[in-house]
């Protein structure tokens, strides 16, 4: 139990165009997901939090203009990375937390790369 | 602030000989403690968890850990390291309910034959 997918795995795209990253929590319901970004060699950075139904919470420093989040159901989640720069190429993983529980489970990550 | 210091970047074990990653946290109360592992280009695998109660908890593949408050210190071990161990290992807590986990920098276990 406590699955968490990803899709995509990959994402190849060209500098300008936009991203979206699906989180999906596959045998829970999810009321908090996080998006992480890590960077090669180096620990998880917190992006953001996002409860379902409401607006995320970004961290200090994250635009969340650029980096949009929506928590629509209590399984899914997204990222879009929004007129993407070469800069944003990096790791992205997503983690859920099921109802009542305190215990994040992590989906594999999406690798970014932006060219 | 609650924060996580994995103290070392990089450990190099012999298959079979024992582990021990060290996790030194900092929050006034109690915290909640995690191990994470993660293999090359993949997502984060939970190997155990603290929240209170018996201080030495078990995980998965064979790793213990031992939550002792007076080092605040949490720190991940096995008996007997597999090849299969090479991995990033990440500490984690969680301060308060409801609160996104704070990482340390993580630690590269090798394995050599």
């Known amino acids: 139990g406590a699955v968490v997918s990803q899709h995509p795995s990959r994402v190849i795209c060209k500098s300008g165009t936009s991203v979206k990253i699906e989180c999906r929590s596959l045998d829970f319901q999810a009321t908090t997901m996080f998006w992480y970004r890590q960077f090669p060699k180096q620990s998880l950075m917190l992006m953001a939090t996002s409860n379902e139904g409401s607006k995320a919470t970004y961290e200090q420093g994250v635009e969340k203009d650029k980096f949009l989040i929506n928590h629509a159901s209590l399984t899914l989640s997204t990222l879009t990375v929004t007129s993407a720069h070469p800069e944003d190429s990096s790791f992205y993983i997503c983690?859920?937390?099921?109802?009542?529980?305190?215990?994040?489970?992590f989906g594999p990550g999406t690798r970014l790369l932006v060219l | 602030a609650q924060s996580v210091t994995q103290p070392d970047i990089h450990i190099t074990v012999s298959e079979g000989a024992s582990l021990e990653l060290r996790c030194n946290y900092s929050y006034g109360a109690t915290p909640y403690l995690f191990w994470y592992v993660q293999s090359p280009g993949q997502g984060l695998q939970l190997l155990l968890k603290?929240?209170?109660?018996?201080?030495l908890v078990q995980g998965i593949k064979g790793f213990e850990a031992e939550f002792k408050r007076s080092q605040s210190s949490f720190n991940l071990r096995k008996p007997s390291v597999h090849w299969s161990d090479a991995a990033e290992y990440f500490c984690a807590v969680y301060g308060q309910a409801g609160t996104a986990l704070i990482f340390g920098k993580g630690t590269t276990l090798s394995v050599s034959s």
């Open positions: 983690s859920a937390r099921p109802r009542g529980q305190e215990t994040q489970y």
């Open positions: 603290y929240f209170s109660g018996d201080t």
